[in-house]
T-cell receptor, first 113, second 114 residues
């Protein structure tokens, strides 16, 4: 069935450095890839998404890249700050109103001062 | 602000008890979902509903049931709770009017089954 694998499960980076989280998906028909951030004790919230007709999308310090051939997509956070500490989930979905979102297993990102 | 509200936020119960988690939303969305979050396993879909008359099983529906009482209300039941159902449960909603469908989550219900 549909599956999304996410790596690493935990990541610790020095404040100011970059962080990269990688995901692969199994359903070749997937063409919408959102990323959710869950701060400690809070609910997950969408932070950025990308559609398959785009290879990269940026929003300030956050960027997502997509390689449809390899079925890989990644989240890049530059100039990390303490408030970036959270669990990040990637997800994949077919671009159809009838399809469900499948989540990866999450990455706990810690920013060291 | 339009929101997604879950009750109870925390619940401790015993094996074999019946438990109901409730979700209500004021976002006007037609679609509602129940997810379960366990450490290292991400968010797994239990059940989802695209409108009041529509109920669908997700990845891990065994041991759970749901009821869509109204467009704004979607409840999750554990008929006979067992310890491995201890988890954080999230209700979520989105609009069927978009193909992407950003999910809006409730604050979560932490369930402990002893």
């Amino acid at each position: 069935g549909e599956n999304v694998e996410q790596h690493p499960s935990t990541l610790s980076v020095q404040e100011g450095d970059s962080a990269v989280i990688k995901c692969t998906y199994s359903d070749s028909a997937s063409n919408y890839f959102p990323w959710y951030k869950q701060e400690l004790g809070k609910r997950p919230q969408l932070i950025i998404d990308i559609r398959s007709n785009v290879g990269e999308k940026k929003d300030q310090r956050i960027a997502v890249t997509l390689n449809k051939t390899a079925k890989h997509f990644s989240l890049h956070i530059t100039e990390t700050q303490p408030e970036d500490s959270a669990v990040y989930f990637c997800a994949a979905k077919r671009y159809s109103s009838a399809s469900k979102i499948i989540f990866g297993s999450g990455t706990r990102l810690s920013i060291r001062p | 602000d339009a929101d997604v509200t879950q009750t109870p936020r925390n619940r401790i119960t015993k094996t074999g008890k019946r438990i109901m988690l409730e979700c209500s939303q004021t976002k006007g969305h037609d679609r509602m979902y129940w997810y379960r979050q366990d450490p290292g396993l991400g968010l797994r879909l239990i059940y989802y509903s695209f409108d009041v008359k529509d109920i669908n099983k997700g990845e891990i529906s065994d041991g759970y049931s749901v009821s869509r009482q109204a467009q704004a209300k979607f409840s999750l039941s554990l008929e006979s709770a067992i310890p491995n159902q201890t988890a954080l449960y999230f209700c979520a909603t989105n609009s069927g009017g978009t193909n992407t469908g950003e999910l809006f989550f409730g604050e979560g219900s932490r369930l402990t089954v002893l």
